[in-house]
Nanobody, 127 residues
Framework: QVQLVESGGGLVQAGGSLRLSCAAS????????MGWFRQASGTEREFVAA????????CYSDSVKGRFTMSRDNAKNTVYLEMNSLETEDTGLYYC????????????????????WGHGTQVAVSS
C-alpha cells in the first residue's frame, strides 16, 4: 500500500488558479494508477481526474475538462492537479487516490476501485 498526503489547497477568487500536489510514500508508486476526487458539503465524493501508472493516459470529468490538468512525476512519487479558471462550483475537499493497476489498464473513473486515499486538501473558490 501507499500513503498519500495532499497539499496546495486554499482560498482563491473565481477565475484564479491553484496547483494541488499529492506525495506518495511506500513501494511501487509507478505501479499505481492515481486519481483526484472531490467532495462538496452535503454531496457524494465525485471523480475529477485520473492518470495511468505510466502517465500515458489521463481522463477528466466533463465539469473540469479543459480547465484542469493532471500529471505525475514517478521519480518524485508525486501527482499534481493544475486547476485554472476556477469556479465557485469547484469548492470542496480534494482527495488523492491510488489503485494498483496492470500496465495495460485504461484510465478509470470509478471511486470504489481506488483503495488508497489521502485525507484531503480544502479548496474554496469565492465569487
Amino acid at each position: 500500500q501507499v500513503q498519500l498526503v495532499e497539499s496546495g489547497g486554499g482560498l482563491v477568487q473565481a477565475g484564479g488558479s491553484l496547483r494541488l500536489s499529492c506525495a506518495a510514500s511506500g513501494p511501487g508508486f509507478s505501479t499505481y494508477d492515481m486519481g483526484w476526487f472531490r467532495q462538496a458539503s452535503g454531496t457524494e465524493r465525485e471523480f475529477v481526474a485520473a492518470v495511468t501508472r505510466s502517465g500515458g493516459r489521463t481522463c477528466y470529468s466533463d465539469s473540469v475538462k479543459g480547465r484542469f490538468t493532471m500529471s505525475r512525476d514517478n521519480a518524485k512519487n508525486t501527482v499534481y492537479l493544475e486547476m485554472n479558471s476556477l469556479e465557485t462550483e469547484d469548492t470542496g475537499l480534494y482527495y488523492c487516490a491510488a489503485r494498483r493497476a496492470p500496465a495495460w489498464d485504461t484510465c478509470r473513473r470509478e471511486r470504489l476501485i481506488y483503495d488508497n486515499w489521502g485525507h484531503g486538501t480544502q479548496v474554496a473558490v469565492s465569487s
